[in-house]
């Protein structure tokens, strides 16, 4: 059986930048969104707030809806899981982006602060190109 999933992504913004993780894929990397799956019960809003603070501890405000976009990856039983990413405008607050809790499950290997005149310059997520 196939999975389909809701996620939530952050486009984080602070003076002109926008914040991509690099996320080991297991084959290369890729430049993505901060942001995850929506739990049970939760509001998009709150997946996102918690999402971008166990990823990168900056706290955010979520704004509107920027768009969305799909992806799909392999699960572990060989079956496609299926994912609908809908992306919200976030403002950081005055923090800085720190990995030292380093998440369980999560492959975040750096982050950039980049500019959108650049952002074409890097080896997007699946989907991701498709915003930008």
């Known amino acids: 059986m196939t999975a389909v999933r809701s996620a939530v992504k952050g486009l984080v913004e ?3 930048d926008y914040l991509f993780l690099e996320q080991d894929t297991g084959d290369g990397h890729a430049w993505v969104l901060p942001g995850g799956g929506v739990e049970f019960g939760e509001s998009f809003e709150d997946a996102l707030e918690r999402e971008i603070r166990e990823e990168t501890t900056l706290a955010v405000d979520v704004g509107d809806v920027a ?6 990856f392999p699960a572990a039983n060989g079956e496609a899981v ?6 919200f405008h ?9 990995f030292s809790l380093e998440p369980e499950g999560e492959p975040i290997t750096d982050h950039r602060w980049i500019p959108e005149r650049e952002i074409g310059e890097y080896d997007l997520g699946s989907g991701l190109e498709t915003l930008f």
Do not use: E, L, M
């Not at 768009?67 to 799909?72: E, L, V």
């Not at 976030?90 to 720190?98: A, E, I, L, Q, Y």
């Open 14 to 16: 602070r003076d002109g």
């Open 67 to 72: 768009g969305a976009y799909t992806f799909s």
């Open 82 to 87: 299926h994912v609908c990413a809908t992306v």
């Open 90 to 98: 976030c403002t950081p607050d005055d923090g800085s982006v720190d």
